[in-house]
């Protein structure tokens, strides 16, 4: 049973590089989200996606660039990172039926 | 969406039932209760949610006063496993991917 898969798991990174964040499920869910968590900030919704094919922007957009070319994958992208960026990224599912959201086990990014 | 208000932290002793307090004054006759609990490191995990009766699952109970203003969570017979923050967010039904989660309540099981 994988549910969502993230990758990487860790990872440091200089600033001004480009990174994705990769997040996978295999729960054939409709809507995907990606969310980051800072201490004494919570978790903050940066971009999401109802269906395949469609995006939207979150609470914390900027900087940050999704797609979602299938159901199954919903990459993140950080153009030009900045230190900033510096956090755990969570990605999450949902079946817009059950109305309860499947979150992987996240990816920690430190940009230098 | 409406704000809720929890304690920061609280402690529970093993095998005893535990209590999470929500204060949400200003909900809104469409908006849900959920809950979710973060174990360190993990990614956070879905609890219970409810509109307006008290709801029952495998994990735990959703008591919601009858104003709604305040909610309920209560985990029967805690254990060691349920170490972690748990957050109370309420939320319109039709959003409920996009969750505003706030400090939460750290719970601590002793043994």
């Known amino acids: 049973i994988a549910g969502i898969t993230q990758a990487p798991t860790s990872q440091i990174l200089a600033a001004g590089r480009r990174m994705t964040l990769r997040c996978t499920q295999d729960?054939?869910?409709?809507?995907m989200y990606w969310y980051r968590q800072d201490l004494g900030l919570g978790l903050r919704l940066i971009h999401y996606?109802?269906?395949?094919?469609?995006?939207g922007k979150g609470e914390v957009p900027d900087g940050y660039s999704v797609s979602r070319a299938n159901t199954d994958d919903f990459p993140l992208t950080l153009a030009s990172a900045v230190p900033s960026q510096t956090s755990v990224y969570f990605c999450?599912?949902?079946?817009?039926?059950?109305?309860?959201?499947?979150f992987g086990e996240g990816s920690r990014l430190t940009v230098l | 969406d409406a704000k809720t208000t929890q304690p920061p932290s609280m402690d529970c002793a093993e095998g005893r039932a535990a209590n999470l307090p929500c204060n949400h004054s200003?909900?809104?006759?469409?908006?849900?209760v959920y809950w979710y609990r973060q174990i360190h490191s993990q990614g956070p995990q879905y609890i219970i949610h409810?509109?307006?009766n008290n709801e029952t699952n495998e994990m735990a109970s959703l008591i919601i006063t009858e104003d709604r203003k305040s909610s309920t969570l209560i985990l029967p017979h805690a254990t060691l496993r349920d170490t972690a923050v748990y957050y109370c967010i309420v939320i319109r039904g039709d959003s409920w991917g996009k969750l505003q989660f706030g400090a939460g309540t750290q719970v601590v099981v002793t043994p």
């Open positions: 729960m054939r869910h409709n809507a």
């Open positions: 200003t909900i809104s006759g469409n908006e849900y």
């Open positions: 409810g509109l307006k």
């Open positions: 996606s109802n269906t395949a094919g469609t995006t």
């Open positions: 999450a599912s949902s079946d817009s039926r059950l109305g309860e959201l499947f």
